[in-house]
Nanobody, 118 residues
Framework: QVQLVESGGGLVQAGGSLRLSCAAS????????MGWFRQAPGKEREFVAA????????YYANSVKGRFTISRDNAKNTVYLQMNSLKPEDTAVYYC???????????WGQGTQVTVSS
């Protein structure tokens, strides 16, 4: 059973940076497309970023493009989300997820809270 565990969240002032990590169990991590999502209070979960198996191709929501960077280290079974120039509207619980063969995300972490103060 694959498990995903996020870490790195916290409280930061606007304009600051955080790096989130998502550690995955299982030997086939490198075969999967991985994504980051977030959910703010009272809002639906939204896509933030995703990365293909080899790490060369990445995708970002328009709201974070140019500020966030997704990367992965397959040797460590870990995917990262570097978040710079944080804004109060980035406050949310951030989740990493694994994309299944059919395109849906089938395994989710428990989430890590990111709070950006103004």
């Amino acid at each position: 059973q694959v498990q995903l565990v996020e870490s790195g969240g916290g409280l930061v002032q606007a304009g600051g940076s955080l790096r989130l990590s998502c550690a995955a169990s299982g030997r086939t991590f490198s075969a999967y497309f991985m994504g980051w999502f977030r959910q703010a209070p009272g809002k639906e979960r939204e896509f933030v970023a995703a990365i293909r198996w080899g790490g060369a191709t990445t995708y970002y929501a328009n709201s974070v493009k140019g500020r966030f960077t997704i990367s992965r280290d397959n040797a460590k079974n870990t995917v990262y989300l570097q978040m710079n120039s944080l804004k109060p509207e980035d406050t949310a619980v951030y989740y990493c997820a694994r994309q299944a063969t059919g395109g849906t995300y089938d395994v989710w972490g428990q989430g890590t809270q990111v709070t950006v103060s103004s």
